[in-house]
């Protein structure tokens, strides 16, 4: 069984139906089906302390003469969907009969004791459907290794499903998942006596759901073969001819209780849901995956390119590093990951174009401004022949020096940029930003660096701001 485990759920806004699912399956299990075992040994004890098995049996074996000599008769009568229906409807022990009373007051009491049982009162009979049990039989288990595995199987498909889906879809698509489930197993089996309980068909429709949303992407699975069990990585759609081999292999080669109808009818019913869903723009949170996925290859990439350098294969890190320059341009680490291989050449046109682009990264939050401030320093004392200034640069590195605390260097430049290129319009907000930085710090200061600006900007917008407050 291949189980796809893609998206993690956002337990700030928790994925409350696929909770509410396992939460209600355990309660109906452990609280309202306590006592089942008990009552269906009381109804069979009775069934056959009564003589209903004899009666029966006899009647059957006369409808079916090649078993009169069949040790598995009584099984075959049991199971027997036709015949059952046809004892029910009084249409084998009939009401003129001579034993008819006897016998349907003693099958009417069998049918109390026995629907004292949830299992088999709220199962779902292939051969005597009803509405309600269409629904309720999702919610029903034969033991706890039932429960347990149908349990771990919401888990690990529903979290993650129900994000992308949206809780009412996701609530929607598990009960039709769960009803076609249903009906294919009445189609397939109507002849047929029986109890058909779990939520695996509605289960297997969150399978088919995953499916069809992740479609082609290459997602992570978690695999288990017998007693082994892995992780890999593949594309989604791979699951599909996989689920109904291992179906395959349940159905014809073991012999097991295992209701594969109800599991390819959910599988389908997921597959056609959620089909229908993608047409309609909005329905299933699609992006969200391919952020994550694009998220997941450039760490992978990064990573690669990282190892490279640490490795000393300089040419081949540089390359890893601007191909993903070329997918994510405004990345930070990037342009400081190819400034450091740029480091190794501090004459090359690559070292002096990534120490100005790194210093005029936008942006004035931590990160940056420090990373603008370490390739300053670097930049200002290591470049060859010399830095190549330009007084959109300088004032790009004040205003950053400025807004992480480094006012000395900030100061510095500002004066440059006064004395050389006095008529550079930048320099007002310069002159601005300093001057902000020592309000309630330096009077002294905040004041020399006002009427710098009034004096020489007198006309500027950041002039105007100030005269203002």
Same mark, same amino acid.
């Given at each position: 069984?291949?189980?796809?485990?893609?998206?993690?759920?956002?337990?700030?806004?928790?994925?409350?139906?696929?909770?509410?699912?396992?939460?209600?399956?355990?309660?109906?299990?452990?609280?309202?089906?306590?006592?089942?075992?008990?009552?269906?040994?009381?109804?069979?004890?009775?069934?056959?302390?009564?003589?209903?098995?004899?009666?029966?049996?006899?009647?059957?074996?006369?409808?079916?003469?090649?078993?009169?000599?069949?040790?598995?008769?009584?099984?075959?009568?049991?199971?027997?969907?036709?015949?059952?229906?046809?004892?029910?409807?009084?249409?084998?022990?009939?009401?003129?009969?001579?034993?008819?009373?006897?016998?349907?007051?003693?099958?009417?009491?069998?049918?109390?004791?026995?629907?004292?049982?949830?299992?088999?009162?709220?199962?779902?009979?292939?051969?005597?459907?009803?509405?309600?049990?269409?629904?309720?039989?999702?919610?029903?288990?034969?033991?706890?290794?039932?429960?347990?595995?149908?349990?771990?199987?919401?888990?690990?498909?529903?979290?993650?499903?129900?994000?992308?889906?949206?809780?009412?879809?996701?609530?929607?698509?598990?009960?039709?998942?769960?009803?076609?489930?249903?009906?294919?197993?009445?189609?397939?089996?109507?002849?047929?006596?029986?109890?058909?309980?779990?939520?695996?068909?509605? *289960? &297997?429709?969150? /399978? +088919?759901?995953? =499916?069809?949303?992740?479609? !082609?992407?290459? %997602?992570?699975? $978690?695999?288990?073969?017998?007693?082994?069990?892995?992780?890999?990585?593949?594309?989604?759609?791979?699951?599909?001819?996989?689920?109904?081999?291992?179906?395959?292999?349940?159905?014809?080669?073991?012999?097991?209780?295992?209701? *594969? &109808?109800?599991? /390819? +009818?959910?599988? =389908?019913?997921?597959?056609? !849901?959620?089909? %229908?869903?993608? $047409?309609?723009?909005?329905?299933?949170?699609?992006?969200?995956?391919?952020?994550?996925?694009?998220?997941?290859?450039?760490?992978?990439?990064?990573?690669?390119?990282?190892?490279?350098?640490?490795?000393?294969?300089?040419?081949?890190?540089?390359?890893?590093?601007?191909?993903?320059?070329?997918?994510?341009?405004?990345?930070?680490?990037?342009?400081?990951?190819?400034?450091?291989?740029?480091?190794?050449?501090?004459?090359?046109?690559?070292?002096?174009?990534?120490?100005?682009?790194?210093?005029?990264?936008?942006?004035?939050?931590?990160?940056?401004?420090?990373?603008?401030?370490?390739?300053?320093?670097?930049?200002?004392?290591?470049?060859?022949?010399?830095?190549?200034?330009?007084?959109?640069?300088?004032?790009?590195?004040?205003?950053?020096?400025?807004?992480?605390?480094?006012?000395?260097?900030?100061?510095?430049?500002?004066?440059?940029?006064?004395?050389?290129?006095?008529?550079?319009?930048?320099?007002?907000?310069?002159?601005?930003?300093?001057?902000?930085?020592?309000?309630?710090?330096?009077?002294?200061?905040?004041?020399?660096?006002?009427?710098?600006?009034?004096?020489?900007?007198?006309?500027?917008?950041?002039?105007?701001?100030?005269?203002?407050?």
């Amino acid at each position: 069984m291949f189980l796809p485990l893609e998206q993690k759920p956002d337990w700030r806004n928790p994925p409350l139906i696929t909770l509410i699912l396992v939460i209600a399956n355990v309660l109906v299990f452990y609280m309202w089906q306590v006592n089942d075992d008990r009552y269906e040994q009381y109804a069979q004890d009775y069934y056959q302390s009564s003589g209903l098995d004899m009666i029966e049996l006899t009647q059957y074996v006369k409808q079916n003469a090649s078993r009169s000599k069949d040790k598995d008769a009584y099984s075959a009568m049991r199971r027997d969907g036709i015949f059952q229906r046809q004892l029910e409807n009084d249409e084998i022990i009939k009401p003129e009969d001579s034993i008819y009373e006897e016998w349907r007051s003693n099958k009417n009491h069998y049918y109390d004791l026995l629907n004292k049982s949830v299992k088999t009162k709220y199962a779902l009979n292939p051969s005597q459907p009803s509405l309600l049990t269409y629904f309720s039989s999702m919610f029903i288990h034969e033991d706890n290794a039932h429960l347990i595995g149908n349990i771990v199987m919401l888990i690990l498909l529903g979290l993650g499903i129900e994000i992308l889906m949206g809780r009412l879809l996701f609530l929607f698509g598990y009960l039709l998942s769960g009803l076609a489930g249903n009906f294919l197993y009445v189609t397939l089996h109507s002849d047929a006596f029986g109890y058909g309980i779990g939520a695996s068909g509605a *289960i &297997a429709g969150i /399978l +088919g759901m995953a =499916i069809i949303i992740y479609g !082609f992407r290459k %997602i992570s699975f $978690f695999y288990f073969l017998f007693v082994y069990f892995d992780f890999i990585k593949a594309r989604a759609v791979w699951i599909l001819p996989l689920y109904f081999l291992s179906q395959a292999i349940i159905y014809f080669v073991f012999d097991s209780q295992i209701n *594969i &109808a109800a599991h /390819l +009818g959910g599988l =389908i019913g997921g597959l056609l !849901f959620a089909g %229908i869903l993608k $047409f309609i723009p909005g329905a299933m949170r699609l992006n969200e995956i391919d952020h994550k996925q694009q998220g997941d290859a450039y760490t992978i990439a990064f990573s690669q390119a990282q190892q490279l350098l640490a490795s000393m294969e300089i040419d081949d890190a540089r390359k890893k590093f601007k191909e993903l320059e070329r997918k994510y341009p405004d990345d930070l680490k990037i342009q400081q990951q190819l400034f450091t291989i740029a480091k190794y050449n501090p004459a090359s046109d690559d070292y002096h174009n990534y120490a100005h682009a790194l210093l005029m990264f936008p942006g004035t939050d931590i990160k940056t401004v420090r990373a603008v401030f370490e390739t300053y320093q670097h930049y200002a004392t290591n470049a060859k022949p010399k830095p190549r200034w330009t007084p959109d640069l300088l004032a790009s590195i004040a205003i950053k020096l400025v807004a992480g605390g480094n006012i000395d260097e900030a100061e510095k430049i500002a004066n440059l940029l006064v004395s050389s290129v006095k008529e550079f319009k930048k320099n007002a907000e310069v002159l601005s930003s300093i001057a902000k930085f020592y309000k309630n710090k330096d009077q002294d200061k905040q004041t020399h660096y006002t009427n710098m600006l009034f004096d020489l900007y007198p006309d500027s917008m950041e002039a105007k701001q100030l005269q203002g407050t």
